[in-house]
């Protein structure tokens, strides 16, 4: 299920999508502006692909987790 935090958005705010490798470790996918476009992006990518998908911001905050 989606689940956000009181996340509020002040400015445009690029949301970068992240998927976990065989090894474990953290790679880049994609950047979108809209939050519930990435998750959206990264729920389809996780599903054909089995793999975990994140979203981080600017900051390197993790705002989501999917798979």
């Keep these: 299920g989606l689940v956000?935090?009181?996340y509020i958005h002040t400015t445009m705010v690029k949301v970068h999508?992240?998927?976990q490798d065989?090894?474990?470790k953290w790679k880049h996918y994609q950047t979108k502006?809209?939050?519930a476009d990435a998750?959206?992006?990264a729920e389809n990518r996780s599903n054909r692909?089995?793999?975990r998908h994140r979203l981080v911001d600017d900051?390197?905050?993790v705002l989501d987790l999917v798979g």
Excluded: A, M
């Design 4 to 6: 956000y935090q009181n």
């Design 17 to 19: 999508i992240q998927y």
């Design 22 to 24: 065989q090894f474990k």
């Design 33 to 35: 502006h809209h939050e």
């Design 39 to 41: 998750y959206r992006t």
């Design 49 to 51: 692909t089995g793999l």
């Design 59 to 61: 900051d390197g905050r």
